[in-house]
């Protein structure tokens, strides 16, 4: 039973803190980076970091996945360039662009 009230708790508290992202899965992201992210993070577009370039996503990977992922949906302007919201992908849900976010990462820790 505390099994079960500890589980309710920290859904209870993922979805007061916003956390629209409950799990990451990176096999899923990968048809979903090959689709849409791919045109950008493969040549380094608009100052994408490239996947694989550990350097250029050391500080990123720092700042947590959630992180990564939320700027990810709604889109970030930074020193060194730009991501539109969802990579530009509308139809994309918010998972999706967090899968991809995760295998990202994979490939580039």
Same mark, same amino acid.
């Given at each position: ?20 992202? *409950? $799990?990451?899965?990176? #096999?899923?992201? @990968?048809?979903t980076y090959d689709a849409?992210? =791919?045109?950008?993070?493969? /040549? ?15 500080p990123r990977i720092g ?5 990564? *992922? $939320?700027?990810?949906? #709604?889109?970030? @302007? ?6 539109? =919201?969802?990579?530009?992908? /509308? ?19």
């Amino acid at each position: 039973m505390s099994r079960f009230v500890s589980a309710a708790l920290i859904g209870a508290a993922m979805l007061v803190s916003g956390n629209a992202f *409950a $799990a990451y899965n990176a #096999a899923a992201g @990968k048809a979903t980076y090959d689709a849409s992210c =791919a045109t950008c993070h493969k /040549a380094g577009i608009m100052g994408a970091p490239k996947t694989g370039d550990k350097a250029a996503w050391a500080p990123r990977i720092g700042q947590g996945i959630d992180k990564m *992922a $939320a700027k990810s949906v #709604a889109g970030f @302007k930074g020193t060194k360039g730009m991501m539109p =919201a969802k990579g530009g992908n /509308a139809k994309l849900t918010n998972q999706q662009v967090g899968d991809a976010v995760a295998y990202m990462v994979g490939l580039s820790k």
